[in-house]
């Protein structure tokens, strides 16, 4: 876990271009919502494993504040964003309280999850 990672670093250039996407959203919901709730729980799962395992914060925190500060102007909305992560970060806080090998094939396979739904979300709505 402690060597840099391709797949990470791809996936936080793909939250950064989601949150530039999300600069430009209106009041209207959009399209892509629902991917937006689930990459927030992605984050938070993997914000939670990476700290765990790295010992160290990476900047995943800053990043979906980022997204919500973009994105979610609207309070109820907001909340929607916040109650995703924090159920990612928790899901994973109640059952690893030491890096293993099963808390590290998770954050892999969520970073990889995170990274396929940035990409399409991009791919499919960005402009």
């Known amino acids: ?11 936080v250039a793909g939250f950064v271009l989601v949150c530039a996407m999300a600069s430009s959203a209106q009041t209207v919901e959009p399209p ?8 927030s729980e992605i984050v938070g799962s993997v914000h939670y494993l990476r700290t765990l ?15 919500i500060d973009l994105e979610a102007r609207d309070p109820e909305r907001r909340a929607r964003f916040i109650a995703a992560f924090n159920k990612g970060y928790r899901s994973f806080a109640s059952v690893h309280r030491k890096c293993n090998s099963v808390a590290i094939e998770a954050e892999e396979l969520y970073r990889k999850q995170g990274l396929e739904l940035a990409s399409e979300i991009i791919a499919r709505y960005g402009n």
């Open 32 to 39: 892509y919502e629902e991917r937006l709730i689930r990459l």
């Open 1 to 11: 876990m402690k060597r840099p990672n391709v797949i990470t670093s791809v996936l």
């Open 53 to 67: 395992c790295l010992q160290s914060d990476e900047g995943w925190r800053a990043k979906m504040q980022e997204l």
